[in-house]
């Protein structure tokens, strides 16, 4: 009887660990959760890129409903903000433009105001995109929190970047969830007025490109995802200058790993070893 019961152990623990080489699962809801708030996590689900925490005011922890990010408070930017998308998180809430300082900061930071970007040459650039986030006035509200914005070239931020937000979004309405990081890297772009290095008498950065990654998952209904060896991941880095919109996005495909050469980061540490090596070194082939 003993044998035997070390072997069901044995084989249910064979079980998890193959399934963990497949699979990657961010938290369900708990039971009872109203049908609206289905499919609107994980956020984070795939993992803290940069190890943020509340500890490092250059790698500071914000947590929102709608969004995760890093903050910088060196460079009054976030490093990277991380969200889901999915059908849950849309709807008809018009866009809401109110930019303003984010009162989570801790006492004493510098907190971005909308008037560092007046007459400056450069648009303040979302990161998690205003129309990801419309099911309701106070989802797109949070998107304009100055913590998620950035300093923008004004044709990089309303063309190419734009029909890369789109992309995604038509992934999702083609049967997909999209778990998405963005984030800045590098100092000093070119706006309207020419190259700077940074706003609002230096205390905000101005990136030399922006960077995205794309993980597309088949849509589940038990708000479920596998991420496997085939799973289509779209990796971009784009300058932040005005002629970046001269090409389309997909001039700018590049890597996962060399978007972590890049930055330093870890991405989609949640997803097992093995199946990182093979999706992180390749490039999105367009796939419609």
Same mark, same amino acid.
């Given at each position: 009887m003993r044998n035997q019961l070390k +072997?069901?152990? @044995?084989?249910?623990? @064979? /079980?998890?660990? @193959? #399934? /963990?080489?497949? +699979?990657?699962?961010?938290s369900l809801p708990a039971p009872g959760t109203p049908s609206s708030a289905l499919n609107r996590t994980d956020n984070l689900a795939l993992g803290n890129p940069s190890g943020a925490s509340t500890n490092d005011p250059n790698n500071y922890m914000i947590t929102r409903p709608q969004y995760i990010l890093s903050y910088n408070q060196s460079r009054s930017t976030a490093n990277w903000v991380s969200w889901h998308l999915?059908? $849950?998180?849309? /709807? #008809? $809430?018009?866009? +809401?433009? #109110?930019?303003?300082p984010d009162p989570t900061l801790p006492t004493g930071w510098y907190a971005v105001r909308p008037s560092d970007y007046t007459n400056t040459g450069f648009d303040r650039g979302h990161l998690c995109p205003s129309d990801d986030r419309d099911a309701t006035s106070q989802d797109n509200a949070a998107t304009f929190l100055l913590t998620n914005i950035v300093p923008q070239a004004p044709r990089n931020n309303r063309e190419v970047w734009k029909y890369l937000e789109e992309y995604e979004r038509q992934l999702m309405t083609g049967g997909n969830e999209v778990y998405i990081i963005a984030g800045v890297s590098g100092t000093g772009g070119t706006g309207q007025n020419g190259y700077a290095t940074a706003l609002a008498a230096g205390k905000l950065v101005v990136p030399a490109t922006l960077w995205k990654i794309l993980v597309v998952v088949p849509a589940g209904s038990e708000n479920t995802f596998q991420i496997t060896a085939n799973t289509r991941i779209i990796a971009i880095n784009i300058p932040n200058n005005q002629s970046a919109a001269d090409k389309p996005w997909r001039a700018y495909l590049t890597s996962v790993d060399e978007l972590e050469t890049l930055t330093g980061y870890d991405f989609l540490s949640n997803v097992p070893i093995d199946i990182q090596r093979i999706i992180e070194k390749r490039i999105d082939g367009g796939n419609s």
């Amino acid at each position: 009887m003993r044998n035997q019961l070390k +072997t069901i152990v @044995l084989i249910v623990s @064979l /079980g998890i660990l @193959l #399934d /963990g080489c497949r +699979t990657v699962r961010p938290s369900l809801p708990a039971p009872g959760t109203p049908s609206s708030a289905l499919n609107r996590t994980d956020n984070l689900a795939l993992g803290n890129p940069s190890g943020a925490s509340t500890n490092d005011p250059n790698n500071y922890m914000i947590t929102r409903p709608q969004y995760i990010l890093s903050y910088n408070q060196s460079r009054s930017t976030a490093n990277w903000v991380s969200w889901h998308l999915s059908p $849950a998180w849309k /709807g #008809d $809430a018009r866009r +809401t433009n #109110d930019f303003r300082p984010d009162p989570t900061l801790p006492t004493g930071w510098y907190a971005v105001r909308p008037s560092d970007y007046t007459n400056t040459g450069f648009d303040r650039g979302h990161l998690c995109p205003s129309d990801d986030r419309d099911a309701t006035s106070q989802d797109n509200a949070a998107t304009f929190l100055l913590t998620n914005i950035v300093p923008q070239a004004p044709r990089n931020n309303r063309e190419v970047w734009k029909y890369l937000e789109e992309y995604e979004r038509q992934l999702m309405t083609g049967g997909n969830e999209v778990y998405i990081i963005a984030g800045v890297s590098g100092t000093g772009g070119t706006g309207q007025n020419g190259y700077a290095t940074a706003l609002a008498a230096g205390k905000l950065v101005v990136p030399a490109t922006l960077w995205k990654i794309l993980v597309v998952v088949p849509a589940g209904s038990e708000n479920t995802f596998q991420i496997t060896a085939n799973t289509r991941i779209i990796a971009i880095n784009i300058p932040n200058n005005q002629s970046a919109a001269d090409k389309p996005w997909r001039a700018y495909l590049t890597s996962v790993d060399e978007l972590e050469t890049l930055t330093g980061y870890d991405f989609l540490s949640n997803v097992p070893i093995d199946i990182q090596r093979i999706i992180e070194k390749r490039i999105d082939g367009g796939n419609s």
